[in-house]
Antibody, heavy 118, light 109 residues
Framework: EVQLVESGGGLVQPGGSLRLSCVGS????????MSWVRQAPGKGLEWVAS????????FYADSVKGRFTISRDNSKNSLHLQLNSLRVEETAVYFCARVLEGSTRDYWGQGTLVTVSS | SALTQPPSASGSPGQSVTISCTGGSGDIGFYDYVSWYQQHPGKAPKLIIY???KRPSGVPDRFSGSKSGKTASLTVSGLQAEDEADYYCSTYAGSRGALFGGGTKVTVL
């Protein structure tokens, strides 16, 4: 059974940093692109970043470019998102998702909540 | 949102409801990579349609997808109480990554 489990969320002050992690199991992690998608309270889904299976290509939404860094460690079946210079409006549940061809996200984790507040 | 969805839709049990998702010539109008996700409150999104009209294993055939030009559509036939949820469309947008619609809340009357 494919499973994705996120961790690392929490309360952080504006301008602060946080590192999110996602561990995959039940599939060969290194064969899939992965991504992060966030959802602010009561709002819709927003794509944040994606990384190719070997990390050779990385893409970011314009809103997070230069502040967030996506990375992966295929030896540990893990995906990470480093969030720097966080803003209040980036309070959201952050989901990791497995990505198929054409940006289809076929499996999602349960999400981890990031709260940016003073 | 980059993709436009109606905020709400509704139907009685057994009826059909169709949700539209409108993009542009550089995304929905160019790629056959439209996917749809169902999300119940407090839960993660679940893939129900991919590549415009394909259904993942385990998704009932009551869910169907289509596309015409820059607009994709999701139809839920034979509405059931458990279909009440938020539905999001998404598409591949080349170097812009992935685009999502704003979501449509489906209510079963």
């Amino acid at each position: 059974e494919v499973q994705l489990v996120e961790s690392g969320g929490g309360l952080v002050q504006p301008g602060g940093s946080l590192r999110l992690s996602c561990v995959g199991s039940g599939f060969t992690f290194s064969l899939y692109s992965m991504s992060w998608v966030r959802q602010a309270p009561g709002k819709g889904l927003e794509w944040v970043a994606s990384i190719e299976k070997d990390g050779s290509e990385i893409f970011y939404a314009d809103s997070v470019k230069g502040r967030f860094t996506i990375s992966r460690d295929n030896s540990k079946n893990s995906l990470h998102l480093q969030l720097n210079s966080l803003r209040v409006e980036e309070t959201a549940v952050y989901f990791c998702a497995r990505v198929l061809e054409g940006s289809t996200r076929d499996y999602w984790g349960q999400g981890t909540l990031v709260t940016v507040s003073s | 949102s980059a993709l436009t969805q109606p905020p709400s839709a509704s139907g009685s049990p057994g009826q059909s409801v169709t949700i539209s998702c409108t993009g542009g010539s550089g995304d929905i109008g160019f790629y056959d990579y439209v996917s749809w996700y169902q999300q119940h409150p407090g839960k993660a999104p679940k893939l129900i349609i991919y590549e415009v009209l394909k259904r993942p294993s385990g998704v009932p055939d009551r869910f169907s997808g289509s596309k015409s030009g820059k607009t994709a559509s999701l139809t839920v036939s034979g509405l059931q109480a458990e279909d009440e949820a938020d539905y999001y469309c998404s598409t591949y947008a080349g170097s812009r990554g992935a685009l999502f619609g704003g979501g449509t809340k489906v209510t079963v009357l």
